[in-house]
Each structure stands twice: as structure tokens, then as C-alpha cells.
């Protein structure tokens, strides 16, 4: 039996099908953060979707942290979500918002002048995409415990928000190096208070986020995405296998919907075989998936739904495809982040075409 196919709970939410669309940053954002019809017509031909996640979109303006990715601050960024939900909801489709606050990882050309700001001043390693190219990060400025409250209640409106624009859940980005996985992360979090030193105070951030998003959405509409040894944007952690082992350890039992769990690379330590008998949620596994491989994780139970990322990008009707066993389009790398163009965005071909409305 293809278990890629059966239907699944994901916290309030019955999902058809164990086929989730990751969340994945497209650049089609105006400059001010809304999207626009062609992002419309992108969500809703990728409706047949277990559960839509959409791309990282900023809480506030000092979340931002590449050029033309969306946010969920203003009025009108909120009215351009609403017809994103309403086309997905119109195919039958179930979609949750991924909040992303980029944290140090942003430049002050993206923040009208600002510094970045993050747990410490440290610097990452690397480049911004900024409206004038790639240029170098710059050191972050401190958060103050005060300043800390504040960001935590972005992330509560931010939540607000997002249902008000109809989504069905949202979820923290707790990975890729942005300013959660910066708190809960030795390499960069360096202070000396309650949000720093032990991996109880480290975690403390990513909790208290949590809290505060479940606080306005319900926790069983609210998920987490992390990624363990990722290493993306100069991230380190000395005991990252006892520091998301505590993690989860606090996730647990606060009713959340999902955990989903990408791993890139090879790591030591079998993080998926700790972390999920630690969760009571819905389980979800990402990162560089085939049919066959996701099949065999359901069938082992080692995942309750299973995350694709550019197989879905390029196949807009991904369920469908596997469940005739149809080839998958290739996926055009050169267009994943582009100017606002159809091209590789809204133009893969389904095996039934279909328009939009």
C-alpha cells in the first residue's frame, strides 16, 4: 500500500495525503514585502499538497533578511496573503505560514540602515543578498533582555496575522542558521543571562517563541522546523546532539502540530532515531527525498508525513504524479530566486493542464 497517499493528522488538521511541500525562499516579493498574483497562481497549482509550507516570510521589517522575500507586518502585506489562502483553500489545499526572522543573517541595506541584530555581536561567515548584490554580513548589534520581549511578540503578531490572512497554522524556522538556531546555538550565542550559557537558557528563545505563537494560533496550528549540524550561515553548536535532544524534550507535551526534522550532510549521531520518540506530534522528515525513500520512511514509521522541496517546486502536481508513477520535471536551478518572472515559477507543466483562475 502507498502510504504516501493515506490520509494523516498534523495537529488540527487532517492532511489527504503524507505529501508536504516544503518551505522554500522564491525572491517574487515586491520590495516592501507583498506578494503579488503570480504567487497566487504558484500556491494554488501546488494545492493537491498534504499540507503547504510557504517560504520564509519576516515578522517584522528587522526580520528581513534577503532581497524581495515576503512579510506579514503590513496591511497590505496581510491583504496579498488572503487571496494566497483563498486560491489554496478554493483547490481544497491546507496551508501553513513559515515565519522566518533572519536575525544577524540580514545586512543594513535590507533594514533601511539598521544593524542586524542577534543573541551576540558575533559576525557570521558569508554574503547577503542585498538590492545591490552579495556584499559581506556585518557584525550584529546585541539584543537587550528588553528588545528579546519585543522580538518574541513580533512573532506573536506576526501569528495573529497570518491566521487573520487565513492560513491554517504557522510555522517557526528554527534552522539555517537564522536568529532562533542563533539563540539556541553555542558559536553564536554568548551571552550570560537567561537567554544564554546552559542549553536550558540557550533553548529559552526558541521556547518562548513558541508559546507566545501558540498563545494567538492554537498550539495544535503551530509546527517547528530544525536542522541539526546544518551549518548554514556560520552556525555552530559544541553538543548539538544534547542540544536538541533537550529541545524536543520541552516541545513535547506542549500539543504542538509538527516537528519537522531536515538533515543535510551525514551526521554522526541518528538524530530522527532520538528525536521522534521524544515527540507527540506529527512527525515530519525533509531534505533531498525520492518517492521510493519517503515510502520506506512511512512504511517504517519513521516519519508520519515526508517534506519535498524542489521535486515539488518544479512538479506542481507531485501527488498525482506519484501516485500514477509519472517522471518528474527537472527542476531549473537558474530561476529558483529571480526577478518577478513566470519562468520556473508558475510554467512547469501537471499531466492534466489546468488554469488558475
Known amino acids: 500500500m502507498n502510504q504516501l497517499l493515506t490520509p494523516v493528522r498534523i495537529g488540527r488538521l487532517v492532511a489527504p495525503n503524507r505529501v508536504v511541500m516544503a518551505p522554500m525562499t522564491r525572491s517574487r516579493a515586491s520590495d516592501t514585502g507583498v506578494v503579488g498574483d503570480m504567487t497566487v497562481a504558484y500556491y494554488a497549482q501546488r494545492a493537491s499538497a498534504g499540507l503547504i509550507i510557504s517560504e520564509g516570510v519576516f515578522p517584522s521589517a528587522m526580520g528581513k533578511g534577503y532581497v524581495n522575500t515576503p512579510g506579514i507586518e503590513t496591511e497590505a502585506q496581510v491583504a496579498a496573503w488572503k487571496k494566497v489562502t483563498e486560491a489554496v483553500h478554493a483547490r481544497g489545499g491546507r496551508i501553513f505560514m513559515q515565519v522566518m526572522h533572519c536575525g544577524r543573517v540580514s545586512h543594513p541595506s535590507l533594514l533601511n540602515g539598521a544593524t542586524p541584530v542577534a543573541p551576540s555581536a558575533i559576525r557570521p561567515e558569508g554574503q547577503a543578498w542585498t538590492p545591490i548584490g552579495q556584499v559581506d554580513f556585518v557584525t550584529p548589534r546585541e539584543l537587550s533582555l528588553g528588545e ?202 501537471t499531466l492534466v493542464p489546468a488554469e488558475v483562475d
Open 148 to 349: 528579546i520581549a519585543g522580538v518574541i511578540d513580533d512573532y506573536r503578531q506576526a501569528t495573529r496575522r497570518a491566521i487573520g490572512a487565513g492560513f491554517d497554522g504557522v510555522e517557526l524556522h528554527a534552522a539555517s542558521g537564522y536568529l532562533p538556531e542563533q539563540f539556541l546555538s553555542s558559536g553564536s550565542n554568548r551571552r550570560q543571562d537567561v537567554y544564554g550559557g546552559s542549553v536550558e537558557n540557550r533553548a529559552r528563545f526558541v521556547l518562548d517563541v513558541l508559546d507566545a505563537m501558540a498563545s494567538e494560533a492554537g498550539a495544535d496550528r503551530v509546527g517547528i522546523k530544525i536542522s541539526p549540524e546544518m551549518n548554514y550561515n556560520s552556525i555552530t553548536d559544541a553538543a548539538p546532539e544534547a542540544t536538541y535532544t533537550y529541545l524536543v524534550h520541552q516541545l513535547n507535551g506542549r500539543g504542538l502540530a509538527y516537528l519537522h526534522v531536515a538533515l543535510f550532510g551525514s551526521p554522526k549521531f541518528d538524530y530522527h532515531a532520538a528525536l521522534r520518540p521524544l515527540f507527540d506530534g506529527a512527525y515530519l522528515i525533509g531534505s533531498g527525498l525520492t518517492q521510493g525513500g519517503a515510502e520506506a520512511l512511512l512504511q517504517e514509521r519513521k516519519a508520519d508525513a515526508t517534506v519535498f522541496g524542489a521535486s515539488f517546486l518544479a512538479n506542481p502536481d507531485l501527488p498525482e504524479r506519484f501516485r500514477v508513477g509519472a517522471a518528474l520535471n527537472t527542476p531549473d536551478r537558474g530561476t529558483f530566486f529571480a526577478p518577478p518572472t513566470a519562468k520556473g515559477y508558475i510554467d512547469y507543466p
